[in-house]
Structure formats: structure tokens, C-alpha cells
């Protein structure tokens, strides 16, 4: 690793596509060719150049040494939350007219986490809480970028569909006491919601079929209005929008693949499915993939069947299985998460990889171009310090595009840019501004004051002596006629100050209040009973040797 | 010490009060030519004139320069050593409305009321495109003088509820009736991210896009159809007339600009992107994280109104927490965004986004400390927000022709201690009271608050005066009337600082004007303090809120 100094130079100046970089001395897992040691990958203009062993690179390519190193395609999660604003639109049963493009939130932290633990493409999926959802997004996790520039290049569309127990229970009157249910609270009508939405989106289509064919026959038409809701449907009867269903039971997995026969589509992947274990033939057969968690179970009835052997009996039987996060801190170690395939359903170190990065890459339709370690791809690679399969791995570098987006360094020194400008705006914010020059207006009143308050019997003359100590006021209120009294309850704030004082003049304790103003060496204010009317205060501040060092009892 | 100080000052209020009419130094009856000389003038748009006389005839700059001849009859007011600028136009705001409860003309979805149908729920609650804000005007809101006072000649008014909000209005801070204020009753419409409740639709901010984009569509399918109709209506269903539909004819039609609240850069790429996909004319306002997309705006053309109530700072946090660097970046560096537009070539304006009368100049103080020149920061407040709402023809700076919204000011407006003087509105001059120089500056501590209607008595000796005031409380400032069995007289001067107040009104004993100054404290719903004239002296006055 002696050469990564330079490389960091250069990658944090800018994306520099046409430079070489060669990884070598590694373990190179590439999924698909087995695992070659002490090998080589070579980046060039993003992209993968060449795998093998003995490459050469251009004279001024960026060498890292990566010996004792793993290096894996990067890894893609088939089913993840992050990077949205917004998740559901669960008011309807039918939101197909939404998408998470429209609310993509690049700044979102969790794609930086998720980066940090390998991740390098993410299919972002409305939440399960309508049986048809919105529309989904596959993203690069290009930390940075903006929107536009983290979504997957070219991804075929794709839009989620929920089953069970998420998208019924708006319609059960338990969970939907004091709000309006929501069609459907059963499993049938999960199926009645899907199959009427496709119905309308038939008609939909033939609504437009018609008025094409007015139009060319020179008939009076007006098109119909488009759907937003109805065109996604429609793109899936025609084979241009994936299907990613969310499911548990073996009973609605196979009513989903019923109603794709009727209406002939294809689903392109059952989400969660923990019982697909017991269906996986029929999955199989329709053509479907299966994404599902190695080993999350029994959080809620429909997920009790569930077994850790299920990735591995899917795969055996033929399933195009995935392992995915639903989560944002899963999503940071899916390689483990793959690599418990291997000790549940025993399969091998390619099986268990692909779960993670080639299977999901070809349920999304990406891996022409990510998902494994090959020629031609594009350079998303993980670098691992110890076996990527192990709970020991631990990403040193992540590539996207054969950018540098994440190592241990580069963190390090984000971070103390980002200490920098912490400084920085602390600086800025701590900023003469309006309340700033305020501190002006706090002031000294500690010594004494020649106060006179003016009552409409006579004028009083008094003398305060006073001690401030930050926002607080002590001492005392001294009168010739009648006597001297401890000031309480003494605050100042800003030039504003107040404080009470005890009098007793035959008639029982009153409670005096005194405020004032200070303006230089002057004071303005009022003093009087407390609801009662105040009397007007005018004072003068001594000169100091008069104060209270001085002041004393007479 | 005495129990009580009692009080001996007659307050000889006479036998009655005076009808409004005579009171005040405002001129009731304007007369319609002015002339101020020899003043430094900010035009507006970029140029200033030392020694300059303004000529305002009929509500119109007639001429301005240093040359300018003052035509007979004029009123000629002498403002040598003093600063005139462009009325200040705030951009966006929804002052100066009727308060009411929200509305509900169209849509519901409201417990009990099953939501699974899609077609009842698509044209959704929050849809009021088909609402004009210069029908629903409130020239009798207090509030606004203390905007004019602030310098603030014109508003730019839009409802803040909805997702469809209606068409907005430009309106000068004069008139006895709102129709009299409309300057251009159709400027934009107004739409936010506004959801309706996770169980109606739209519930999310996904849906309230997908609902954007469906509703302008459907505007353009409306036109289609109806204009179809209408070349051969035999041999056609008619379609279904549709008020709202019909309303966002102008947005589709790309005369009236959809306006987007989008603060963060996401927000403004998302705005972008919809109005560029669906076709239709974009101002974003917010604008704190502009900066960061200024190619795309300025590539694009859209206009960014800039907010002026900046992010504050959080209260008494936890001593441990540490505020991240993106929140701090973003709370911090906010004044600093329109500098970093007019550098980067975007247009901009200012809209006030909640903050008060009195932090509108002040704020733009900030943006001036943080980097935009204050020639830009006058132009972004006055012409270039003419220029984006659609009225630079008649205003936002000093020219011959244009409107005649003025601000006279005892110095650079940019120099803390400056004064207004006056505002002038279709060249009706207001008299700005001079600032109470209050004690511990304007930190008005957030308190009881005033406003409502207030009974009083006035306990001079030998004779109590009953009184009401009907008071408006925008933070420390207090607006309002004092309301006599013979008239009703405009309160100046007025502040609330925690639970104490103070405010002026002006009686004539028949010997000249006389100043009343009403002061004391709250507590509850009740006050109690004094009645002071000034020379005569004060007495006890108690109250209690009228409900």
C-alpha cells in the first residue's frame, strides 16, 4: 500500500477517467472466472481493462499494491430504503404513479455508510404498504454526486408491488380505528386491488389503441388522457418494466405468479420471499428471482416460516437468488451476510458472492455492466483487508466507476476538511452581527448610584449599592430616613437591571420592585409595590472611590 | 416608605375626543405633485444620482435627475443629505390576506370517508389553483403599515396553504380597498410539497410530485379537448367543464410561472426537472442552498426569490451535541447565498418567508456583511423582483413613468443607525415614525401577547374614561386603535417588551395636539398601568381583554 498517497492526490484534485490505475498482488475474486491469486485488475477510463495476471500498465498509471489484499466486484443491493425522501404514498392501494427518482436525496448519509461497507449500486424501492407501490430507482452510490448523477445510467425501470400482511392491514379495522380503511384487509383483496389495476391498464392501452387507429383513418379523435397511474402497468405487460414483489407466504408468492400467467407478464423478483424455500420450483419455472435475507425472521406472523437454508434451496432449484439489506446497517455487511450461505446450505465461495453482486446485477438487468470482475465492466470494485466471506473483512478502498469514493484515508481526510469548515463557520457564526455589538451594551453597575425616585408625595433620595457578577446583582439600597435594606431577586441583562427590597415602615413587609435602565452613568427606571403603580427613578452613578469598597455603614 | 404613591396629577382630557379625521400627521387629503430636492437617489437599477430631485405627479415618477426643474405648485420637500430608494418589494409572503380558516372548496377525504378509490382521491385535497389571492385581499390588516414603515412599499401575496395554491398578486401598500392595492392580480402560481396526511392523497412527497405532474398534464388534455370541441361541437361529447383544470390554462400555456418552494439543492433540482419535463415556467423560492446549483438556474433562466428568515441558530442545546458541519454550513452560510448568486449570474429577489416588518432590512444587512454589494442587494429587493413577478414596467426602480414607490431615508439604508423617513406609495407619502430608541435595544422578549381588543379605565380624578383598544401585535411592535365613545384614534409608537407595553395616541383639548402615552404591564388578561399626557401628567389605568 506504499502508492496510495499519490493516488488520494490524485483522485481528490478530480475524476481523472483517462489515467490508469492497477490494483495488483491481489486476490481478485471475480465471481464469474473462480478466484485468482496474486493477480491484477487494470482500470482505464472507469471501466475494467484487463484481470490477470503479470499486467502492464501505461508508465504514468497509479500503482496500488494491493498483496494481502481481497478485491471483489462491488457490491449491489437489490432492496434498499436509503437515499429518499419520501418512502410510501400508502393513502391509496394503487401508487404506481410515484417514484423514488422524483425524490431522490443524494445528500442522505446512510449512502456514505453503505458505501464504507462495500456497496456500490443500490435498487431504491418504495415501501410494502400498497399492494401496487411506486416506481423504484437503481443508483450508483456515488457520495457527492448530485441526484441526476447517482442514478444507474441506462437501468432498466422497475416498480414495486406488495403482498400480505403490510398492504391489508390499512383496511383492518384494529390498525385503522380512528382513520378511514383502506381497500384491501385480506389477501384476496391484495389480489383483486393488482388484477384490476392491470385490467384498467389493458383498457387503458386499447383506449389508445383505438384512438391511434381513428387517427389514421382519418377519423375525429381526441387522445386520451394520460395516466401516469396506468403507463407503468402498461410498460410491465409489455416486458419494459421490471416487477419487484414484495412477499412471504408461499400462498400469495403463487397467486402473483397466477395473475402474471392470466395476464401475461413476467415478475422479475420476489422481495423477502422467506418461504420461497417451499415454492422454489414454481418461482423458478415462471422465471422469476428471489431476493431474500439470509437470516431475518419471526418479527411478524407471515415471517415465521422462515429458514436460513432458504438462498441456498432457491439456488439449488434453480432460482436466480439475491441477498439483500432492506436496511441501512444490513446493507454494510452483506458480504456476510452472502457468506452464511455457505455454513447454511453449503454453497460454494462463488455461489455465496454472487448472492451480493452478479446474481442481483442480473435481476436488475445491470450486469452487462457490474457484478462481476471481467473485462469491459465498469471499475466498481471493493478492496478487502481480510477474507471478503469472513467477519474479519473490512473494506480498505471502494471504487465506482474506477473512482476512488471510500478508503480508511480518504475518510480521514474528509474529515478534517470538514473540522476546517466547522472552524470556520463556528468563526463566522460567532460574528460581530446585531446581538454581537450588544456585548457593548452589557455593562458594569457595580458600585454606587445617587438615586432619586419621585413620588407624587415626595422624592426619595436613596443610594444603590450594587455588585454585579455576570447576570446577577446583589447589595443594598441605602436611605437616610429609612435605613439600609438587601437587595434579592437582582438581574441584569444587557443594560436592563431589577431587583426587590424589603421595606417595613409600620405597616407591615411590602415587596418594592426597582428596574432601570443604565445609559453611561446614568439610570432610568421605576419603583413601586408590586400591581401597583410605579413611581418614575432617575439615579447617577458615583465616582468609584466612593463605592462599595468604600461605602460602608454610617 | 409609603404603602402606596399616590397618584395626584389631574389628567385634564377635556369633555371629548376628537374624531379621527383631524388627528395624525399623515395628510389625508394628498395632493398629487411633489417634489423632493437635492437628494441622493438610488434608481434601482444600479445607477445613483447625487443632488437629485425626484418630481412625483399623480402617483407617477414625473421626472428625476439633477437637473430637474420644479413644476409650479409643487409640494417641495428638502431632502438634501438625504437617500431615496425604490420602495422595497417583498417577493413573497402571505401578508395582507384575509384570515380565515383554512379553505376547503374542493376534495375532502376526511374521516369516515373511504380512501381506497383512486379517482376519488387523484384530484385530492389541497387543490386550489382555481384561487386568486387578489380575491381574498385585506386592506384593513394592520400589519402591512408596519412593512411600509420598514421601507417595503410593495408585496408579492400568495396563500400558504395547499399543493395547488392559486394565482398570486402584486400589491402596493396603499388604499382603502384591496382592489386599490392590486398593482397585477395574476403574477404566478403558486404550488407547494404539501402533504395531506399519510391517508389521503397525496400522502408523501412522492405523491404530491406525481400529483403535480398528472394535474399540469391533465390542463394540457383539458385544452386539447376543449379546443376540439369547440372547432365542431355536433358529433362530440362535451367534456367535462373542470374549474381548476381550467384555472392552470395560463401555466401550461407558459404565461404564468408555477412558483416552488425549494430550499435545499435537491429541492431546486427536483423543481427544475418537473417544470422542465412538464414545460412550464419556474421561480423557486427558499434558495439558502441555491449556490450549489447556480449553472443549471442560470442555464435554465429560472429566478431564485431569496428567503430572509435565516435558519436560527438552536436553543439551548445539549452541551455534548455537536451540530453537524452540513446543518451548520447551511444555518451559517444562508445570508451569504444571494452574494454568492449575483456573483455566479442568477436573478434573484428577496421574499421575507416569515420573518418580521423589521428583520427585512436588516436581514439584508446580512446578505451585504456576507458578500453581495449593497447596488445588488437594493436591485435584487426592488427591480429584479419587479422584473421576475412581471411589473418592472411600473416598478421597482426610479424612473420616469414608473410608479412611485419611494423610501426617503436619513442615510445609506445600509448603515445601521439609518432612519426611514417616509414612504412614499403611488406617491401618496406615509410618515414613518421615528424608532423608539427602546432601552436594550429591539429584543422584545416574545411575552403576553396584546393583541385583541382590550377594554380600559382611566381613573383621573373626579372623573373616570372609559376606552377600548383594538390591538395587532407583530412580535415587539404594537398597532392599532384607541377607540373613544367619540371616534376611533391610530396608535403610534407602540412596543411590547415580555409583559410591559407601551403606546401614543394623539388628542386635540382645542389647544393643539395632545400626546397620550398609555403604559403598564400584563398579566393574563388583564393590565394595568398609567395614563400619561405629556406636561400635564399621568394617572391610573386598569383593563381587562374583551373576548
Known amino acids: 500500500m506504499k502508492l496510495w498517497i499519490p493516488l488520494i492526490l490524485s483522485l481528490s484534485i478530480g475524476p481523472l477517467l483517462a489515467e490508469e490505475i492497477l490494483i495488483q498482488n491481489a486476490t481478485v475474486m471475480t465471481v464469474t472466472q473462480g478466484t485468482l491469486e496474486n493477480a491484477s485488475v487494470l482500470i482505464r477510463d472507469g471501466k475494467i481493462a484487463a484481470v490477470g495476471r503479470n499486467l502492464s500498465a501505461a508508465p504514468d498509471a497509479q500503482v496500488i499494491d494491493a498483496s494481502g489484499h481481497w478485491v471483489t466486484p462491488g457490491i449491489i443491493d437489490c432492496h434498499s430504503h436509503i437515499a429518499a425522501d419520501s418512502i410510501n404514498e400508502g393513502s391509496v392501494n394503487v401508487s404506481s404513479m410515484t417514484g423514488i427518482e422524483d425524490v431522490l436525496d443524494p445528500s442522505d448519509f446512510n449512502i456514505y455508510r453503505d458505501l464504507a461497507g462495500g456497496v456500490t449500486t443500490a435498487n431504491v424501492l418504495h415501501g410494502s404498504a400498497n399492494p401496487i407501490g411506486g416506481k423504484n430507482a437503481v443508483i450508483k452510490l456515488r457520495w457527492g454526486k448530485t441526484a441526476s448523477e447517482m442514478l444507474f445510467e441506462g437501468a432498466k425501470p422497475g416498480i414495486k408491488f406488495a403482498l400480505g400482511e403490510n398492504t391489508k392491514r390499512p383496511g383492518i379495522p384494529l390498525y385503522a380505528r380512528n382513520n378511514p380503511r383502506r381497500y384491501p384487509s385480506s389477501r384476496m383483496g391484495v389480489e383483486d386491488v393488482i388484477r384490476s389495476a392491470f385490467q384498467e391498464a389493458k383498457d387503458y392501452v386499447a383506449s389508445w389503441k383505438r384512438y391511434e387507429e381513428k387517427k389514421a383513418g382519418g377519423e375525429r379523435a381526441v387522445p386520451p388522457r394520460r395516466d401516469f397511474r396506468l403507463e407503468p402497468l402498461a410498460e410491465i405487460l409489455r416486458g419494459e418494466r421490471l416487477l419487484h414483489s414484495h412477499c412471504y407466504r408461499a400462498d400469495e408468492i403463487l397467486m402473483l405468479i397466477r395473475v402474471a400467467d392470466d395476464f401475461g407478464f413476467r415478475i422479475a423478483t420476489f422481495q423477502h420471499v422467506l418461504e420461497g424455500y417451499k415454492v422454489a420450483r414454481e418461482i423458478a419455472s415462471h422465471g422469476a428471482g428471489a431476493s431474500t435475507f439470509s437470516d431475518w425472521w419471526a418479527y411478524k406472523v407471515e415471517a415465521y416460516d422462515a429458514i436460513p437454508h432458504n438462498a441456498a434451496i432457491m439456488t439449488r432449484k434453480g432460482v436466480l437468488v439475491s441477498i439483500n439489506s432492506d436496511s441501512a446497517e444490513e446493507a454494510r455487511h452483506l458480504n456476510q451476510e452472502a457468506a452464511k450461505t455457505m455454513r447454511y446450505g453449503g454453497l460454494s465461495e462463488d455461489e455465496a458472492l454472487a448472492l451480493v453482486t452478479l446474481n442481483p446485477a442480473k435481476q436488475l438487468q445491470i450486469d452487462h455492466r457490474v457484478g462481476s470482475i471481467e473485462a469491459g465492466k465498469d471499475a466498481d470494485l471493493v478492496v478487502y483487508r481480510n477474507y471478503p466471506l469472513s467477519v474479519y473483512a473490512v473494506p480498505e478502498m471502494v471504487f465506482i466507476d474506477g473512482q476512488l469514493y471510500y478508503s480508511p484515508e480518504k475518510d480521514r481526510l474528509r474529515m478534517q476538511e470538514l473540522e476546517k469548515e466547522r472552524e470556520r463557520l463556528l468563526e463566522l457564526d460567532k460574528k460581530p452581527k446585531k446581538e454581537g455589538e450588544k456585548t457593548g451594551d452589557i455593562v458594569d453597575v457595580t458600585g454606587s448610584w445617587e438615586v432619586q425616585v419621585n413620588t407624587p408625595e415626595m422624592i426619595y433620595d436613596l443610594r444603590f449599592e450594587l455588585q454585579q457578577d455576570g447576570s446577577s446583582l446583589a447589595g443594598r439600597v441605602v436611605s437616610d430616613m429609612l435605613g439600609t435594606f438587601p437587595l434579592y431577586d437582582g438581574r441584569i441583562d444587557g443594560r436592563q437591571f431589577s431587583f426587590r427590597i424589603q421595606v417595613d415602615v409600620g405597616e407591615g413587609p411590602q415587596v418594592i420592585l426597582v428596574e432601570a435602565t443604565v445609559e453611561g452613568d446614568r439610570l432610568r427606571g421605576s419603583a413601586g409595590q408590586e400591581g401597583e403603580d410605579a413611581a418614575p427613578m432617575e439615579g447617577k452613578k458615583l465616582p468609584s472611590r466612593a463605592g462599595l469598597s468604600q461605602g460602608g455603614e454610617r | ?547
Open chain 2, 1 to 547: 416608605m409609603p404603602r402606596k404613591w399616590i397618584f395626584v396629577i389631574v389628567l385634564a382630557l377635556g369633555t371629548s375626543w376628537l374624531p379621527a379625521e383631524d388627528v395624525g400627521a399623515i395628510p389625508r387629503a394628498v395632493p398629487p405633485l411633489y417634489a423632493l430636492k437635492g437628494a441622493t437617489v438610488v434608481v434601482g437599477n444600479g445607477q445613483v444620482l447625487s443632488n437629485a430631485t425626484v418630481v412625483i405627479r399623480d402617483g407617477l415618477i414625473d421626472s428625476v435627475g439633477p437637473g430637474v426643474a420644479i413644476p409650479p405648485g409643487a409640494w417641495e420637500i428638502e431632502a438634501a443629505g438625504l437617500y431615496v430608494y425604490p420602495g422595497l418589494i417583498d417577493a413573497l409572503t402571505s401578508n395582507g390576506l384575509k384570515k380565515k380558516p383554512r379553505a376547503a372548496e374542493r376534495g375532502g377525504g376526511g374521516p369516515g370517508r373511504p380512501s381506497g378509490s383512486q379517482e376519488e382521491n387523484e384530484e385530492g385535497p389541497g387543490n386550489y389553483a382555481h384561487r386568486a389571492a387578489s380575491d381574498e385581499l385585506d386592506a384593513d390588516d394592520k400589519k402591512l403599515e408596519s412593512w411600509r414603515n420598514a421601507g417595503v412599499s410593495t408585496l408579492h401575496v400568495a396563500h400558504a396553504d395547499g399543493i395547488f395554491r392559486g394565482s398570486t398578486v402584486v400589491v402596493n401598500l396603499n388604499g382603502q380597498t384591496a382592489d386599490q392595492m392590486i398593482v397585477h392580480d395574476r403574477a404566478t402560481m403558486s404550488v407547494a410539497f404539501e402533504t395531506q396526511g399519510f391517508r389521503t392523497y397525496p400522502g408523501s412527497l412522492m405523491g404530491v410530485i406525481a400529483h403535480l405532474r398528472q394535474t399540469l398534464h391533465d390542463a394540457r388534455h383539458y385544452r386539447l379537448a376543449w379546443t376540439e370541441y369547440e372547432r365542431e361541437k355536433r358529433g362530440m361529447k362535451r367534456p367535462q367543464t373542470d374549474r381548476i383544470l381550467e384555472s392552470l390554462q395560463p401555466v401550461v400555456e407558459g404565461e404564468l410561472p408555477l412558483l416552488l418552494p425549494a430550499q435545499r439543492e435537491r429541492e431546486i433540482g427536483r423543481s427544475l426537472r418537473l417544470c422542465a419535463e412538464v414545460g412550464v415556467g419556474c421561480i423557486v423560492a427558499g434558495g439558502f442552498e441555491a449556490a450549489g446549483v447556480a449553472d443549471e438556474l442560470r442555464e435554465s433562466g429560472v429566478p431564485v426569490l431569496v428567503s430572509l428568515n435565516y435558519p436560527k441558530k438552536p436553543r439551548d442545546p445539549h452541551p455534548e451535541d455537536k451540530e453537524a458541519v452540513s446543518e451548520l454550513r447551511y444555518r451559517v452560510d444562508a445570508p451569504a447565498a444571494a452574494g454568492k448568486l449575483a456573483q455566479a449570474g442568477v436573478r434573484f429577489a428577496f421574499f421575507s418567508d416569515g420573518a418580521s416588518a423589521t428583520d427585512f432590512v436588516p436581514n439584508l444587512r446580512k446578505a451585504v456583511e456576507r458578500g453581495l454589494s449593497r447596488e445588488d442587494a437594493i436591485r435584487a429587493a426592488s427591480l429584479s423582483a419587479a422584473e421576475i413577478l412581471g411589473v418592472q414596467q411600473q416598478l421597482g426602480s426610479i424612473e420616469t413613468g414608473k410608479i412611485a414607490n419611494l423610501i426617503v431615508a436619513d442615510g445609506d439604508l445600509f448603515e445601521e443607525d439609518t432612519q426611514i423617513q417616509k414612504v412614499f406609495v403611488d406617491g401618496t407619502p406615509f410618515e414613518v415614525p421615528s424608532k423608539p430608541k427602546t432601552a436594550g435595544g429591539e429584543q422584545g422578549t416574545p411575552g403576553a401577547s396584546l393583541a385583541g381588543r382590550w377594554q380600559l379605565t382611566v381613573e383621573a380624578p373626579g372623573q373616570s374614561y372609559e376606552m377600548s383598544l383594538d390591538l395587532t401585535q407583530d412580535e415587539g411592535i404594537l398597532q392599532g386603535q384607541v377607540v373613544t365613545d367619540q371616534g376611533s384614534l391610530e396608535i403610534y409608537d407602540g412596543t411590547a417588551s415580555g409583559d410591559t407595553f407601551s403606546l401614543k395616541f394623539q388628542v386635540d383639548f382645542g389647544a393643539g395636539p395632545q400626546e397620550v402615552t398609555l403604559s403598564g404591564t400584563i398579566s393574563g388578561d388583564s393590565l394595568s398601568g398609567s395614563a400619561t399626557v405629556a406636561n400635564l401628567g399621568s394617572a391610573p389605568m386598569q383593563g381587562r381583554r374583551v373576548p
